[in-house]
C-alpha cells in the first residue's frame, strides 16, 4: 500500500502476535511522525535483547543471567513449584503477590492439533527437579482451556506416584462478571470450587 520501506516496516510490524495491519500501521507511522521518538534505541533495545536475555538454567524463566532473579532469591520456599506454560505467565503470578515458591515454565503446553508433545516441553527438566525430594508442592498453573487442560492431566498421572502433592489453580466466574455471560464449563467450575463463607 505504501512505497518501499515504509510498507517493508509496517509489514514488519504486523508480524509480530496481536498486532493486526491497522496496528502495524498505527505504530509505523508514529514512529515517523514523532520527531523525539528515539529510533537508535529502539534499534539497540531490540539487538540487546537477542544478545543478552536467555532462559534460566533451572526454571525456564527469562534472565539476563544463568539464574532469573526468583530463583536465585533465597527468600522464596524451594517446596514449592508452580508450573506454567510461558515465562508471561510468571510475571502474572507475580504481580498478585500471593506466591512465595518458585517456578518452572514449560515452554508451551501439549496440543496434537499444532505438533507440540510432551517431549517438546521441559517436563523432563521438571522431573529431574522433583527428584532430590525438596520439593513437596507441585501447583500446576496452566491455563483453562484444552491445551492447557490435557498438560495439567498428563503432569498429574506423572506426578502421582512421587509422593508430592499435585494442586491446581482454581478456576471459576471472574470478579465483576456476570452469571448469565459465563459459559457452561467457567460456571460449572465456579459451583466445584466453592468454598465455606
Known amino acids: 500500500m505504501y512505497d518501499g520501506i515504509v510498507q517493508e516496516l509496517i509489514d514488519e510490524f504486523g508480524r509480530l502476535p496481536g498486532i493486526g495491519p491497522k496496528s502495524a500501521q498505527r505504530i509505523a507511522f508514529h514512529i515517523l511522525q514523532t520527531p523525539s521518538f528515539d529510533v537508535a534505541r529502539l534499534a539497540e533495545l531490540l539487538t540487546g535483547i537477542r544478545e543478552r536475555v536467555r532462559f534460566c538454567e533451572q526454571c525456564g524463566n527469562v534472565s539476563e543471567q544463568d539464574r532469573c ?3 536465585r532469591d533465597p527468600r522464596r520456599n524451594p517446596a514449592l513449584i508452580c508450573v506454567v506454560e510461558d515465562a508471561k505467565d510468571v510475571a502474572a503470578i507475580e504481580r498478585t ?42 501447583i500446576l498453573a496452566t491455563n483453562p482451556n484444552l491445551e492447557g487442560e490435557a498438560t495439567a492431566s498428563y503432569l498429574s498421572r506423572l506426578l502421582v506416584s512421587m ?35
Do not use: K, N
Open 69 to 71: 532473579a526468583i530463583c
Open 97 to 138: 503477590r500471593e506466591f512465595r515458591g518458585l517456578y518452572h515454565v514449560l515452554g508451551g503446553a501439549i496440543s496434537p492439533i499444532a505438533g507440540i508433545g510432551p517431549d517438546d516441553l521441559r517436563i523432563a527438566q521438571l522431573m529431574t527437579r522433583l527428584a532430590d525430594g525438596t520439593v513437596q508442592e507441585v
Open 163 to 197: 509422593q508430592i502433592t499435585v494442586s491446581r489453580l482454581a478456576s471459576g466466574l471472574p470478579v465483576g462478571g456476570d452469571l448469565e455471560y459465563a459459559d457452561e464449563v467457567t460456571l460449572g467450575r465456579a459451583f466445584e470450587g466453592r468454598r465455606v463463607l
